[in-house]
């Protein structure tokens, strides 16, 4: 699902196809792919939160690995920003692109 072109040019074929004999398919279609995108978000959010709370109390012994000392002195984010940024953010641009898809039908 993130490869938003593929899914933007699969809706305008499906249009095409069906805008003279069904074009009721193509509202189930649209809605289709609207809750698959709204679910794999919530989903993204809901697995962020989760690994937020791991990293919290995952390693209580060694609270600092290298690796986060070495990103720590590089930029200004901790580990809960870089893993939002890593598992949400592409599927709300997938969302996005979603409903600007839906749009310009």
């Known amino acids: 699902l993130q490869l938003h072109r593929h ?8 249009r095409n196809i069906t805008q003279q004999q069904a074009p009721q398919s193509l ?14 978000t919530n989903q ?3 697995s962020s939160k989760k690994y937020k709370a791991i990293l919290e109390i995952a390693d209580l012994d060694n609270e600092q690995t290298p690796e986060s000392i070495m990103l720590s002195t590089m930029t200004e984010e901790g580990d809960a920003e870089r ?3 890593e598992i949400l953010v592409p599927w709300l641009k997938f969302s996005w ?3 600007r898809s839906v749009l310009d039908i």
């Open 44 to 46: 993204a959010a809901a």
């Open 97 to 99: 692109e979603t409903y």
């Open 83 to 85: 893993t939002e940024r």
């Open 27 to 40: 509202e189930i279609v649209i809605k289709h792919l609207i809750e698959a995108a709204e679910n794999k």
């Open 7 to 14: 899914a933007k040019d699969g809706l305008h074929q499906y």
